[in-house]
């Protein structure tokens, strides 16, 4: 039996590392063709060669997602080498975490720019071929933006930028077959990984205690997962929508 986007373009922001690994890997076993999109080919590489050994294809394509003409270009070469885009992940993020007291214009603007500027190129660029045959687009929030966590500041306030992105787009796009949905994952990713590891063992439990599922969400199987059922035909009539993938984590405000 075919998979669920057999027959289809992905193209994943961010899949060099952590969490956009495991997007592309379930988006690749699906059945996709992947263009993998960031900016270290050393990684990308990496990535590649996990798809290629599992059956899949892919193709490498450095980009900086800040930059509105390495944009254009990048989905230039997806469409001409695999395809146009059916489905848009815009996953990669840049960030420099600190207190909402501290953020000045260099900490703001480069979350801005890598979060809520990268995801709009893209969606950009990847509307016309979208607006003539329909098409998913994934975009990335954060529970921690959405509970407002103070030490994440700029980060929090990309995030929830990227939500009024999320839903501007659904609604002046769903008569041309797109949908548009944000993700809020909770997934150990490095950047993550930094801050678990400066806790100590009681604060780690503490905050695997407020998680039903008592764990982190693993990037292929929670958030690809997921990524796959919303780029697949099923999930046609799902838009604009705000999907947390944490375990059940309770204090969420959705």
Request: glycine share 14%.
């Amino acid at each position: 039996m075919a998979g669920p986007l057999e027959g289809k373009v992905a193209l994943i922001t961010g899949s060099g590392s952590g969490m956009g690994v495991g997007i592309a890997l379930a988006v690749a076993k699906a059945g996709a063709a992947v263009a993998l999109v960031g900016r270290t080919v050393e990684t990308l590489e990496r990535t590649r060669a996990q798809i290629e050994g599992a059956g899949g294809r892919a193709i490498v394509a450095p980009c900086d997602i800040t930059d509105r003409g390495q944009v254009n270009a990048t989905v230039a070469r997806t469409q001409a080498q695999l395809g146009p885009v059916w489905l848009l992940v815009n996953n990669a993020v840049s960030t420099d975490n600190r207190p909402i007291e501290e953020v000045d214009e260099p900490n703001l603007d480069l979350v801005l720019r890598s979060s809520i500027h990268g995801s709009l190129y893209m969606m950009q660029a990847c509307f016309p071929t979208m607006k003539e045959r329909g098409g998913r687009i994934v975009n990335f929030g954060s529970g921690g933006a959405t509970m407002g966590l103070p030490e994440v500041g700029a980060y929090a306030i990309a995030k929830e930028g990227v939500r009024g992105l999320t839903k501007t787009a659904a609604t002046g796009w769903g008569k041309y077959g797109i949908t548009v949905n944000t993700v809020c994952p909770m997934v150990a990713t490095p950047l993550f990984d930094v801050w678990w590891q400066s806790l100590s063992e009681a604060e780690r439990g503490h905050h695997l205690s407020m998680i039903p599922m008592r764990r982190m969400g693993d990037g292929e199987q929670d958030v690809g997962g997921l990524i796959v059922f919303l780029g697949s035909e099923g999930a046609g009539y799902i838009t604009s929508r705000t999907l947390h993938v944490d375990g059940g984590r309770a204090f969420y405000d959705r």
